[in-house]
């Protein structure tokens, strides 16, 4: 039997279904968490041979106790995981801590979570790169947007989401930025791309090959959801495109994914650029975990699968025993509170009801990027999911 370590298995809170596939695999799953057992979800309980419970995830000491206590008592831990980006390089130290060669070590960490870093790989690949530049002082980032010209972006090179993301159009918006700046996070400054995301999402096993593939589309820039306030659209798309899937491939490869569930985020071209023709495929970053927020289930509703019984075969099998059934759209919208939409929640439940698959509130903490109040619904074409969209979304007009 296997021992599994999994960190955080309370939150998010549909990640206790990893472990429910694990422990149904013959696994012995011992989670990390900092939830109280008492207040863990009877589903999560259920899910685990044991739980370990530290006053605090963030500290990094008080994990490693945890992990050696669990070792001491259940033999040597076969699998460490989260399946999330804010714990990636603790997770990576503490494989490489307790000799646990099945993930990603320190040593792997900086192609996998610098974007600078990335491109490299990426480029490996075949796949076009942003032209970048890492942000040093003002007259280096003057220089390099005369090459490149207004707007470009910044952002953190090392960082979780859309946080301290920003689009700048002109120097006292750049003035602006480095007054504000933390001085201690590194940023990357890249030429804008007018794009959508396009990702690649996937399940590889122990020798670098998809045991399942889709991909999403988000026709809006999470930035901007963000920093504007907006409503957040995106869905899990019918059928994988082929350049999607080529590019995902490729990246998989080069980047030397084995045994991970990946998200992969590409741009599509609006309009003709330096960097490609419309609708090409170039980079934009790897995330070497899922898709977050309810996106495991969305793809789960969107394929007719199951897509945490698949990780967790790929874990005890390499390979997967779970079919994957009938292809829709599945689309998520998120409401922002304050908006007045011209069509109620009411109204909204009585026109797609029977096509809503989840609905409800979105917790703070993912709030920024995900909207207040979320609608996940299935379709079957393009067009409806749009129709979809125009109602949920619609806003009065003020008078």
Same mark, same amino acid.
């Given at each position: 039997?296997?021992?599994?370590?999994?960190?955080?298995?309370?939150?998010?809170?549909?990640?206790?279904?990893?472990?429910?596939?694990?422990?149904?695999?013959? !696994?012995?799953? %011992?989670?990390?968490?900092?939830?109280?057992?008492?207040?863990?979800?009877?589903?999560?309980?259920? *899910?685990?041979? =044991?739980?370990?419970?530290?006053?605090?995830?963030?500290?990094?000491?008080?994990?490693?106790?945890?992990?050696?206590?669990?070792?001491?008592?259940?033999?040597?831990?076969?699998?460490?995981? *989260?399946?999330?980006?804010?714990?990636?390089?603790?997770?990576?130290?503490?494989?490489?801590?307790?000799?646990?060669?099945?993930?990603?070590?320190?040593?792997?960490?900086?192609?996998?979570?610098?974007?600078?870093?990335?491109?490299?790989?990426?480029?490996?690949?075949?796949?076009?790169?942003?032209?970048?530049?890492?942000?040093?002082?003002? =007259?280096?980032?003057?220089?390099?947007?005369?090459?490149?010209?207004?707007?470009?972006?910044?952002?953190?090179?090392?960082?979780?989401?859309? *946080?301290?993301?920003?689009?700048?159009?002109?120097?006292?918006? %750049?003035?602006?930025?480095?007054?504000?700046?933390?001085?201690?996070?590194?940023?990357?400054?890249?030429?804008?791309?007018?794009?959508?995301?396009?990702?690649?999402?996937?399940?590889?096993?122990?020798? &670098?090959?998809? $045991?399942?593939?889709?991909?999403?589309?988000?026709?809006? *820039?999470? !930035?901007?959801?963000?920093?504007?306030?907006?409503?957040?659209?995106?869905?899990?798309?019918?059928?994988?495109?082929?350049?999607?899937? =080529?590019?995902?491939?490729?990246?998989?490869?080069?980047? &030397?994914?084995?045994?991970?569930?990946?998200?992969?985020?590409?741009?599509?071209?609006?309009?003709?650029?330096?960097?490609?023709?419309?609708?090409?495929?170039?980079?934009?970053?790897?995330?070497?975990?899922?898709? &977050?927020?309810?996106?495991?289930?969305?793809?789960?509703y969107a394929h007719n699968t199951d897509v945490y019984k698949i990780w967790a075969d790929m874990i005890a099998f390499d390979r997967s025993?779970?079919?994957?059934?009938?292809?829709?759209?599945?689309?998520?919208?998120?409401?922002?509170?304050?908006?007045?939409?011209?069509?109620?929640?009411?109204?909204? !439940?009585?026109? @797609?009801?029977?096509?809503?698959?989840? $609905?409800?509130?979105?917790?703070?903490?993912?709030?920024?990027? $995900?909207?207040?109040?979320? @609608?996940?619904?299935?379709?079957?074409?393009?067009?409806?999911?749009?129709?979809?969209?125009?109602?949920?979304?619609?806003?009065?007009?003020?008078?």
């Open positions: 039997m296997k021992n599994i370590i999994f960190i955080s298995p309370n939150f998010p809170t549909n990640y206790w279904q990893f472990c429910r596939e694990l422990k149904g695999n013959g !696994m012995n799953v %011992l989670g990390i968490g900092d939830q109280p057992y008492d207040e863990l979800s009877q589903d999560l309980k259920d *899910s685990l041979n =044991e739980y370990y419970k530290v006053v605090n995830l963030e500290n990094e000491d008080e994990v490693y106790r945890g992990i050696a206590f669990l070792a001491y008592k259940h033999g040597r831990i076969d699998w460490l995981e *989260s399946n999330n980006e804010y714990w990636l390089e603790r997770d990576a130290r503490f494989r490489t801590d307790f000799h646990i060669t099945t993930g990603f070590q320190v040593e792997d960490v900086p192609r996998i979570k610098y974007k600078s870093k990335m491109k490299e790989y990426y480029q490996k690949a075949g796949i076009p790169t942003a032209r970048y530049h890492l942000v040093d002082d003002k =007259e280096g980032c003057l220089k390099f947007i005369q090459e490149v010209g207004y707007p470009v972006i910044v952002k953190p090179d090392n960082g979780v989401g859309a *946080s301290h993301t920003f689009k700048l159009n002109d120097e006292e918006q %750049l003035d602006l930025f480095f007054r504000d700046k933390e001085a201690d996070i590194p940023f990357i400054m890249e030429e804008f791309i007018d794009a959508e995301v396009n990702s690649y999402d996937a399940i590889v096993d122990s020798q &670098g090959n998809p $045991m399942f593939e889709t991909g999403n589309v988000t026709p809006y *820039s999470i !930035m901007d959801i963000v920093n504007n306030g907006d409503n957040s659209i995106y869905y899990i798309v019918k059928r994988l495109a082929k350049d999607t899937q =080529e590019a995902g491939r490729a990246a998989v490869k080069s980047f &030397g994914v084995k045994s991970r569930f990946v998200h992969f985020e590409f741009f599509r071209l609006l309009r003709d650029q330096h960097i490609g023709k419309k609708g090409d495929i170039v980079a934009l970053e790897v995330n070497m975990r899922p898709c &977050g927020g309810f996106t495991p289930d969305m793809i789960n025993t779970k079919p994957v059934g009938d292809h829709e759209y599945c689309a998520y919208g998120g409401r922002r509170d304050g908006k007045h939409f011209v069509l109620s929640h009411e109204e909204i !439940m009585a026109k @797609y009801g029977p096509q809503l698959k989840m $609905m409800g509130r979105i917790p703070d903490v993912l709030a920024d990027a $995900m909207g207040n109040q979320m @609608y996940v619904g299935t379709f079957r074409t393009k067009k409806e999911m749009d129709e979809f969209y125009h109602d949920l979304l619609a806003v009065k007009e003020e008078a």
